[in-house]
């Protein structure tokens, strides 16, 4: 039963030690710079994240418009289809929507 009786020793201790450092000034106030900080840092992160997502994503439109306009223009001579300049249209629109409402979710935070 030595290992109960360390256990409970264990647990009294770090409940001691929290209530002490809980009464420190300075732990408290490291601890709220801290949480303040990871705070700051990961909101930041994150609208770099939503950001880096949009321009990712508004660069793929950019190659589904392109690819539209050159079926559209295999179309006007006669070797396109109809099919493949529509799929390429609503790839184009999808991924600007993406994109743009990528930018738009970073501007909101």
Do not use: C
């Not at 949480?35 to 609208?47: D, E, G, P, Y």
């Amino acid at each position: 039963m030595p290992s109960r009786d360390l256990g409970t020793q264990g647990r009294a201790f770090l409940r001691v030690a929290g209530r002490k450092t809980g009464e420190n000034r300075w732990v408290r106030a490291f601890y709220r710079a801290g949480s303040v900080t990871l705070h700051s840092v990961t909101r930041v992160l994150h609208i770099l994240w939503l950001e880096v997502t949009g321009l990712f994503f508004l660069a793929l439109a950019f190659v589904g418009a392109a690819a539209a306009v050159r079926e559209s223009h295999r179309r006007a001579l006669g070797t396109g289809s109809m099919g493949k300049t529509l799929l390429a249209t609503g790839f184009a629109l999808l991924f600007a929507y993406f994109g743009v409402n990528s930018f738009w979710r970073s501007r909101r935070r």
